[in-house]
T-cell receptor, first 115, second 110 residues
Framework: NAGVTQTPKFQVLKTGQSMTLQCAQDMNHNSMYWYRQDPGMGLRLIYY???????DKGEVPNGYNVSRLNKREFSLRLESAAPSQTSVYFCASSERLGGAGNTIYFGEGSWLTVV | GQSLEQPSEVTAVEGAIVQINCTYQTSGFYGLSWYQQHDGGAPTFLSYNALDGLEETGRFSSFLSRSDSYGYLLLQELQMKDSASYFCAAPEGATNKLIFGTGTLLAVQP
């Protein structure tokens, strides 16, 4: 029962470097999300994909890009990493968009440090 | 904009009952969810309220009052393993994407 799998688990980047966080779900869900969580804070939505072929901005999209590669995979790219992007990143998926009685399943998180 | 406010920390003793509150401001209302997150772990779904009243799931219950824009999570017979952060969450208006509250850190003491 893999659920939502994201890689890498840990990554250290230098300022200005680029990297892609990978995410895949095996629950045949339509909607996928990327959240970031800073120490002692809640989860903030970066980007989401309501269904295959669509992506939309969330609360904090600046500095990020996403790709919904297919129904299973949703990647998050940092084109030029900045120290302010040091955070824990969570990928998530749900059967459909939103939370109206719709459970969201999260991956285990990716700890990213930008130095 | 949409916001969900929670107390930052709550402390309780093992075996006790604790209530974690959530007040919200949303454009439209499509239900209130609760998630649990242990330190270093992923958030996991606990409960959901679409209508006013109490929803019970074992030791955990969640309450909603739409007229007061208020909900709470009630944890009974507290155990040490309940020490975690708890988040309320609600869909954001017409876009219906899930927005999370600020989170409440629950510390259960022996």
């Amino acid at each position: 029962n893999a659920g939502v799998t994201q890689t890498p688990k840990f990554q250290v980047l230098k300022t200005g470097q680029s990297m892609t966080l990978q995410c895949a779900q095996d629950m045949n869900h339509n909607s996928m999300y990327w959240y970031r969580q800073d120490p002692g804070m809640g989860l903030r939505l970066i980007y989401y994909s309501a269904s295959e072929g669509t992506t939309d901005k969330g609360e904090v999209p600046n500095g990020y890009n996403v790709s919904r590669l297919n129904k299973r995979e949703f990647s998050l790219r940092l084109e030029s990493a900045a120290p302010s992007q040091t955070s824990v990143y969570f990928c998530a998926s749900s059967e459909r968009l939103g939370g109206a009685g719709n459970t969201i399943y999260f991956g285990e998180g990716s700890w990213l440090t930008v130095v | 904009g949409q916001s969900l406010e929670q107390p930052s920390e709550v402390t309780a003793v093992e075996g006790a009952i604790v209530q974690i509150n959530c007040t919200y401001q949303t454009s439209g209302f499509y239900g209130l969810s609760w998630y649990q997150q242990h330190d270093g772990g992923a958030p996991t779904f606990l409960s959901y309220n679409a209508l006013d009243g109490l929803e019970e799931t074992g030791r955990f219950s969640s309450f909603l009052s739409r007229s007061d824009s208020y909900g709470y999570l009630l944890l009974q017979e507290l155990q040490m393993k309940d020490s975690a952060s708890y988040f309320c969450a609600a869909p954001e208006g017409a876009t219906n994407k899930l927005i999370f509250g600020t989170g409440t850190l629950l510390a259960v003491q022996p």
